[in-house]
C-alpha cells in the first residue's frame, strides 16, 4: 500500500503547474535517423497563466530512436527561454517569488522542466528561469529571461513589488 501511495504522490507532482498545454511553434531536425524518428529540437509558445500580456518561449531538444519514438527517452537538460512583454501586463493576484509558472515531464517518470517567475522589484523587472530537475539530483544547466513592465498603450503601468506576498 505504501508503494501505491508513494507512485500516486509522484505522479501527482509531474502534472503541470498550470492548466494549459504550450502552443507547438515548429521542430527542426537535428539528428537523421534511419527508420525511427529523428532528434529534434521543438520551440513552443505558452503564456504566462497568473501575468497577463507575458508570453514566453522556449526551446527543448527531443530524442528521436526508438525510445523516443515510444515516448522512453529520458530527455536532455539543454532548454533555452526568452519571455517578453506582448500586451498590458495585468496581475491576476498576489505571487510568491520562484513560484511555478509552467511544469512539464521530461522522462517517463522523474525529471521535469520547470519555469519558475520571480520579481526584481528595484527594476519593476520580471524574471523567469527554466531548469530541470529530478527525483533525486536535477541539473545546473538553466536559463534566464527578463521582462521589464513597460507602459502599453493608455494602460497604467503596473510595479511587480505590489504583487509580490
Not at 51 to 70: D, F, R
Not at 85 to 94: A, D, E, H, M
Not at 99 to 108: I, K
Amino acid at each position: 500500500m505504501r508503494k501505491i501511495l508513494s507512485a500516486a504522490i509522484l505522479l501527482a507532482s509531474l502534472v503541470p503547474a498550470a492548466a494549459q498545454s504550450p502552443d507547438l511553434i515548429f521542430k527542426k531536425s537535428t539528428v537523421f535517423r534511419f527508420l525511427t524518428p529523428d532528434d529534434k529540437l521543438a520551440t513552443y509558445a505558452i503564456d504566462d497563466p497568473d501575468i497577463e500580456g507575458v508570453a514566453c518561449h522556449y526551446t527543448v531538444p527531443e530524442k528521436g530512436g526508438v525510445a523516443g519514438g515510444l515516448g522512453l527517452a529520458e530527455e536532455v537538460s539543454d532548454i533555452s527561454l526568452a519571455c517578453r512583454q506582448v500586451g498590458p501586463i495585468k496581475f491576476k493576484g498576489k505571487l510568491e517569488q520562484g513560484d511555478v509558472m509552467f511544469r512539464q515531464s521530461r522522462s517517463l517518470l522523474f525529471k521535469r522542466m520547470q519555469i519558475v517567475r520571480g520579481c526584481d522589484s528595484k527594476r519593476n523587472v520580471l524574471v523567469y528561469l527554466v531548469y530541470s530537475d529530478k527525483l533525486i539530483e536535477g541539473s545546473p544547466k538553466n536559463s534566464t529571461s527578463t521582462v521589464p513592465i513597460m507602459p502599453w498603450g493608455q494602460a497604467e503601468t503596473p510595479k511587480c513589488a505590489d504583487y509580490v506576498k
